[in-house]
């Protein structure tokens, strides 16, 4: 956001006024709206120190505070939306209701917004994109494809399945990872006893010995003086390090660029991320090319519920290649992303005028191959986990039995 000085004449006297906008359009609404009087003039310029600083301090403690709907109450509440709107019940009035009936307070207080955003004059996607981190792009994309195709209900319905879904997924995912997650808690309660309680115990023979201790037992050594020592400063390190972490991906959007692009690089971190963005994207594309909405727009709303910043870009050219005259096949496989098998079947669907039917198919192929991937997870994690196991083991082995066995030597040398 940029700082903007707004100069109002108010009674014959001028008065500046300093706040902050997304642009200039922004920034001359806010002006007109915020401050009384004739608006004389508006420019962009420095922020002062305090200024600066409140506004940073409330973008750090809001980013903080930011929660997600939780998603059982989301997909009830849009199930009811979608009930509601199909029954003739305003959309205003539906929220309205939904909002007052609902347990989860962030779910009441974005639909009560949008609510009154709406009897403002105001479109449900616009006022929903405010709550963007919260709803999830998916949300956004199917409530403009209802309000694109006239048919909201209908596009309400078919995003509470696209949600129940993702929320099978999740809980598949959850339970993949329990076991490893379990076993790994269990070994770093029990290494983190062993140096606490068990090594120091050791440290003291080795220093009365003056035995010469090898590499393995020095490092454990030398963890456990750095635990036993500084282990609530490193805790307390780790923390402020998370929390400038995500606020830095939640404000800055070269890092959260930097940030997802890490991920993708990731190992089974970047299949899970790649498929699931692709099962997303060609679920709701397909949607939208099956309500008639034109491939460009389609493109548009499809694109913008990614949330994944690299993968955003190279799906953005698409929509480039398309206005610029390309095929939807050619501007696919531009990207890279795409396996040569499912650019012939959507150039066969361009051709043959059936495209809405191949991208189906293709929204199907891709699901497969997320669930695939959600199946064998647990296993494609166990070799990481034995290897971390057997790494703690053969440290706190090798690092304490290694000096016993030359204690004999040490005792002889006294």
């Not at 940029?2 to 108010?10: D, I, P, R, S």
């Not at 051709?351 to 959600?374: C, H, N, P, S, W």
């Amino acid at each position: 956001m940029k700082y903007f000085n707004a100069t109002v004449l108010t009674k014959g006297k001028k008065t500046t006024y300093g706040f902050y906008a997304d642009g200039k359009k922004e920034a001359m609404y806010i002006a007109k709206v915020k401050y009384p009087g004739i608006l004389v003039n508006v420019s962009e310029g420095a922020a002062p120190i305090e200024d600066q600083f409140k506004h940073f301090k409330e973008r750090f403690i809001t980013n903080i505070k930011k929660k997600k709907v939780k998603p059982d109450s989301l997909i009830s509440a849009i199930r009811q939306l979608a009930v509601m709107t199909n029954a003739g019940i305003s959309v205003h009035d539906a929220l309205h209701e939904i909002a007052t009936a609902s347990n989860d307070k962030v779910l009441t207080e974005i639909f009560t917004s949008v609510g009154e955003d709406i009897n403002s004059g105001s479109s449900m996607s616009k006022s929903m994109e405010n709550f963007r981190f919260q709803l999830g792009g998916l949300t956004l994309a199917m409530v403009e494809l209802g309000e694109q195709t006239g048919n909201m209900a209908e596009s309400l319905y078919s995003l509470a399945d696209m949600l129940e879904e993702i929320r099978k997924n999740v809980i598949k995912f959850k339970k993949a990872m329990a076991y490893p997650r379990n076993v790994m808690i269990a070994m770093a309660v029990a290494f983190t006893i062993l140096i606490s309680y068990v090594v120091p115990q050791f440290k003291q023979i080795f220093e009365e010995l003056h035995a010469d201790l090898p590499l393995p037992t020095l490092i454990l050594l030398k963890l456990e003086y750095i635990f036993n020592n500084f282990g609530p400063y490193l805790i307390a390190i780790l923390i402020i390090l998370f929390i400038a972490m995500k606020y830095a991906i939640n404000t800055s959007r070269d890092f959260r660029f930097k940030w997802h692009q890490l991920l993708l690089h990731t190992y089974l971190i970047k299949n899970l991320i790649k498929f699931s963005t692709l099962n997303r994207f060609t679920l709701v594309f397909s949607a939208l090319v099956k309500a008639g909405i034109p491939i460009a727009e389609a493109l548009d709303t499809s694109i913008a519920m990614i949330d994944n910043l690299p993968l955003k870009d190279k799906l953005s050219g698409v929509r480039q290649a398309v206005e610029k005259g390309s095929s939807l096949s050619d501007g696919l496989a531009d990207t890279g992303l795409f396996e040569n098998m499912i650019i012939q079947m959507i150039s066969a669907g361009e051709q043959g005028g059936q495209l809405d039917a191949m991208l189906e198919k293709v929204t199907d192929y891709y699901k497969m191959r997320f669930d695939q991937i959600i199946d064998g997870l647990a296993e494609a994690i166990e070799p990481i986990m034995l290897f971390m196991i057997a790494s703690m083991v053969l440290l706190l082995a090798l690092g304490i039995f290694l000096p016993m066995w030359s204690l004999n030597d040490a005792v002889q040398g006294r």
